[in-house]
């Protein structure tokens, strides 16, 4: 009897402190973030309800004075209601008694307190429930000494876009529309063919009583001259217009409850979206289900996904913020799998959607799985696993992977990959999950693709590496960068304007090294000794060839070379233009005692590097520079994020602590300064100003989460 009481106490014993543990993660994990805090404020489906195609997250407005609190999905609209109390019309934030105060963020669900009116007390809980169906729902109370006439306006706006309306669907009580979404974007249009749908459906409705109904042209300045009718005309009217046909900019519901002193209502409205061509039943009977369910499941499955991460007792709300911003970024770009892959995926982002940032990973993207691992494992494993199932058989992984299978771009007869930060990724990973079957895995992936390397990434066999013929991509610059682009303008085709494959290139040859090293590491954990110890020598072997003929001792720092000579020149070009790959030395630990210090007197240069908001790309003396984020893609002067990690890592390495964490300071800065004032991650950074031009959302930030983790190891309350 006794073992048996034993028996079922172990298996019990789990979840029996599992309540304790979940008030813990609840507790940290509250914020009370105002409207000039930095949190982020875009939330997706969870990977579970996600699908690839028809997918629509919503960025939340909760800090605009002149809008109501607002949730907009790219291209396809915004949803907010606007309050009426006792005939008092409240249609923006700047006229609440209190403003919104939001009390917990997660990847794909929101809770916040605010008072429209004096008296009025709401908690409103925001969930995008899946791909399709997104839900608010406000619990209203009267905690005033009277009661209150309340009517709360559910809109559905497509501002200056227009929707059909095809009914109001009686038996399901909401509006049924019909409209075109344009795929049109301005970094990277989605390309139709894949499956992205233009002409879509929506069901909007609410859960208690709809009194009327309404469709209208215009703007909200409009329908407030419609709700707040004067007082004395013949044409006054409670009702709304009751339209079932035709073109509109914007749908309204509208809801009303007499509130006596301490009584409580739930007003909830959903808005679901699907292509027309898809079954509107499903949909409805889907939505229908969610008007009463209760919503306490989805909070407690975001504590459970919030209780591996280390709870920091961080010395700033900003910085906490950043943290649960930068897990909750990561999170929020990643799909089940489907289509050519068995394993869950990212895109960059999910709101806004471009073509280009959307359905397939690539290496660089990657690096943000570095943070992600602590939020889920096992999902960032599976993640990497994605290269790992479409490695091609020469060993390859290309440039990109995904749902659509590997796409290899190739040109000039041969395949394009990215840059190899892949053994890294996996290692990082490893040191959080513990798990030796992965290793294994990845060290047998890594090793191919590293032979891959050899052979095709040093075709002249010197011993030091080339990007492709496709570089431009390859190679992470794109575009705008000072040494591997002709011109200051760029305005030559790929082959002519992009030089990086006639050329001895630093960083390439860095992240070999770096490679060589991890696969070193992941060899001894696996107990192959004389592989770990081969691994070694081949980094040691390439370091020696950088510091021989990469390293300009007249300046101090190190350089791209050309390909035939090794010479600093190319044609009548000097290559010696300083740029943020240089100090990656020190992250692949490369750099000889010496030339460190003179690497950290440039770095520190307030006229060069050492800038406001970070280590730009390149040099602030060089001609090139910019100081502009006005587009994508920029590597000639803005702030990337995890560029400036590994400078920050490679500052770790060589024990200079001091700094390292002077320049994760400017990191969170960086990056806070911009959540206060939109509530955004971003690709890049202006090193020197304030005002962006360029991809929001960028999964690749969730770095930022790393870094918080390292500089505040010693403050960790919980792992």
């Not at 790309?617 to 920029?634: G, I, N």
Request: net charge neutral.
């Amino acid at each position: 009897m006794c073992r048996r009481l034993i028996v079922v106490f172990i298996l019990l014993y789990p979840f029996m402190i599992f309540p304790q543990s979940l008030k813990q993660v609840e507790g940290y994990m509250k914020i009370h973030a105002k409207a000039a805090d930095p949190l982020y404020t875009t939330y997706a489906a969870p990977m579970s309800r996600s699908r690839l195609y028809g997918d629509k997250a919503y960025k939340m407005d909760y800090y605009s004075d002149c809008r109501p609190v607002t949730y907009s999905s790219d291209h396809a609209g915004n949803i907010f209601c606007i309050w009426k109390v006792d005939e008092v019309v409240i249609d923006k934030i700047a006229d609440f008694l209190v403003k919104p105060v939001v009390q917990y963020s997660f990847p794909d669900m929101m809770i916040m307190e605010y008072q429209p009116f004096r008296g009025i007390k709401v908690s409103e809980t925001f969930i995008v429930h899946s791909s399709t169906i997104a839900i608010v729902d406000m619990q209203i109370r009267n905690i005033d000494r009277i009661p209150h006439e309340l009517t709360v306006y559910p809109i559905l706006d497509l501002e200056k876009d227009t929707t059909d309306i095809v009914r109001f669907d009686k038996s399901n009580s909401g509006y049924v529309t019909h409209r075109y979404e344009n795929p049109y974007r301005l970094i990277s249009s989605l390309k139709t063919e894949y499956g992205y749908p233009t002409r879509t459906r929506d069901f909007f409705t609410a859960n208690q009583k709809i009194f009327t109904y309404g469709g209208y042209t215009g703007d909200m300045s409009d329908f407030f001259n419609i709700i707040k009718t004067d007082f004395y005309s013949d044409k006054r009217t409670d009702s709304l217009n009751m339209k079932t046909k035709g073109a509109v900019n914007f749908i309204a519901l509208q809801l009303k409850k007499r509130l006596k002193p301490g009584e409580s209502v739930n007003f909830r409205y959903l808005r679901a979206v699907q292509a027309q061509d898809e079954n509107i039943d499903s949909l409805m009977n889907q939505t229908v289900a969610l008007k009463t369910i209760f919503l306490k499941g989805y909070f407690d499955d975001n504590l459970f996904l919030y209780s591996k991460i280390p709870r920091i007792k961080f010395s700033s709300n900003d910085e906490k913020l950043a943290y649960i911003g930068a897990f909750n970024l990561a999170r929020g770009c990643m799909y089940p799998a489907t289509g050519k892959t068995k394993y869950n995926f990212y895109s960059f982002s999910r709101n806004p959607l471009w073509g280009w940032g959307h359905g397939h990973q690539v290496l660089h993207e990657s690096l943000s799985m570095l943070a992600y691992t602590y939020l889920d494992p096992q999902s960032a494993q599976a993640s990497q696993r994605v290269y790992m199932e479409q490695q091609d058989s020469t060993g390859l992984i290309a440039y990109r992977h995904g749902p659509r299978g590997m796409q290899s771009y190739q040109h000039k007869n041969m395949p394009t990959t990215s840059a190899p930060f892949f053994s890294w990724i996996n290692w990082e990973i490893y040191n959080v999950s513990k798990d030796k079957q992965f290793l294994a895995d990845a060290y047998n992936s890594g090793t191919k693709y590293m032979d891959w390397l050899y052979k095709n990434r040093d075709t002249d066999h010197d011993g030091t590496y080339e990007w492709g013929p496709y570089g431009i991509i390859e190679n992470v610059r794109d575009w705008y960068n000072a040494v591997f682009q002709v011109s200051a303008e760029r305005y030559l085709d790929v082959d002519k304007e992009d030089i990086s494959d006639e050329l001895e290139c630093l960083d390439l040859t860095l992240m070999v090294i770096k490679e060589e090293r991890c696969l070193s590491k992941m060899a001894n954990v696996l107990g192959k000794e004389k592989e770990a110890n081969e691994w070694l020598e081949k980094a040691n072997k390439t370091t020696k060839l950088v510091n021989e003929r990469m390293w300009d001792d007249s300046s101090g720092f190190y350089y791209s070379i050309n390909r035939k000579d090794h010479s600093f020149k190319f044609m009548t070009r000097d290559l010696r233009r300083q740029e943020i790959i240089g100090f990656l030395a020190l992250w692949a630990e490369a750099a000889p005692p010496d030339r460190v210090k003179r690497l950290i007197s440039t770095l520190t240069d307030t006229t060069k590097f050492w800038r406001r908001y970070g280590v730009p790309t390149l040099s602030a003396t060089d001609p090139w520079y910019s100081p502009y984020v006005d587009y994508c893609c920029k590597w000639n002067g803005p702030v990337w994020l995890l560029w400036d990690y590994m400078v920050y890592d490679g500052l770790k390495l060589y024990k200079y602590n001091d700094l390292a964490d002077k320049l994760a300071n400017k990191m969170v800065v960086c990056a806070t300064t911009q959540l206060s004032k939109n509530h955004n991650y971003w690709e890049s950074y202006s090193a020197d100003n304030e005002v962006l031009n360029c991809p929001s959302n960028y999964i690749w930030d969730a770095i930022i989460a790393k870094l918080l983790i390292e500089k505040n190891n010693d403050l960790v309350i919980s792992k």
